[in-house]
């Protein structure tokens, strides 16, 4: 079936850090690829997309690349803040399989 | 506020209950998914509807779970005779019904089963 791994599980950056996310999935004929915030208590929310159309895709200090060959997709994260700090969640299909999340903790 | 909301927020039960828990999804979205997520992990996928229609069933989901949507509109998902290992948040979430339509989640109805 469809499976999705993330990778680390957790991560530590100084603020001003960038931190870096990896996924890799297994279902080549996936074209969607969005990537989910989730702080403590709250819901995860979509913080950026991609589709497999295009590699590359930018919003403010966030990005998201996919290699569709390789079958794998990243999250950059560039001049980290305490308030990134939180639970990140990559996931691919529809309906969406989600990874096991990457808890990032942004030391100020 | 014009989210997606459940109810009840929070629901505690001895084994071998059974529990209904109820999603009002965003008013103009057509397809409704039931997740599930416990401490440490990512959401679970259970199942999910396009209008009334259930259009996908976990293999994992027990038939102890039942989801409807009778009208398109808010679901519900019973689970019978509860079990321990039930114990977990409950997200639902709604998108649009074109293709790779972004999941709105809400936040969730949380369940322990003593």
């Known amino acids: 079936g469809e499976n999705v791994e993330q990778h680390p599980s957790t991560l530590s950056v100084q603020e001003g850090d960038s931190a870096v996310i990896k996924c890799t999935y297994s279902d080549s004929a996936s074209n969607y690829f969005p990537w989910y915030k989730q702080e403590l208590g709250k819901r995860p929310q979509l913080i950026i997309d991609i589709r497999s159309n295009v590699g590359e895709k930018k919003d403010q200090r966030i990005a998201v690349t996919l290699n569709k060959t390789a079958k794998h997709f990243s999250l950059h994260i560039t001049e980290t803040q305490p308030e990134d700090s939180a639970v990140y969640f990559c996931?691919?299909?529809?309906?969406?399989?989600f990874g096991k999340g990457t808890r990032l903790s942004v030391i100020a | 506020d014009t989210g997606v909301s459940q109810d009840p927020r929070h629901k505690i039960t001895k084994r071998g209950q059974n529990v209904t828990f109820r999603c009002d999804p965003i008013?103009?979205?057509?397809?409704l998914y039931w997740y599930r997520q416990t401490l440490g992990q990512g959401p679970e996928f259970l199942t999910y509807?396009?209008?009334?229609?259930?259009?996908?069933k976990s293999r994992l989901l027990s038939d102890r779970f039942s989801a409807e949507r009778p009208k398109g509109s808010f679901s519900t998902l019973e689970i019978q005779r509860t079990e321990q290992g039930d114990s977990a948040m409950y997200l639902c979430?709604?998108?649009?019904?074109?293709?790779?339509?972004?999941?709105?989640f809400g936040n969730g109805t949380r369940l322990t089963v003593t």
């Open positions: 509807f396009q209008n009334e229609a259930q259009l996908e």
């Open positions: 996931a691919e299909h529809t309906p969406l399989v």
């Open positions: 008013s103009e979205h057509n397809r």
């Open positions: 979430a709604s998108s649009l019904a074109h293709l790779n339509s972004p999941l709105h």
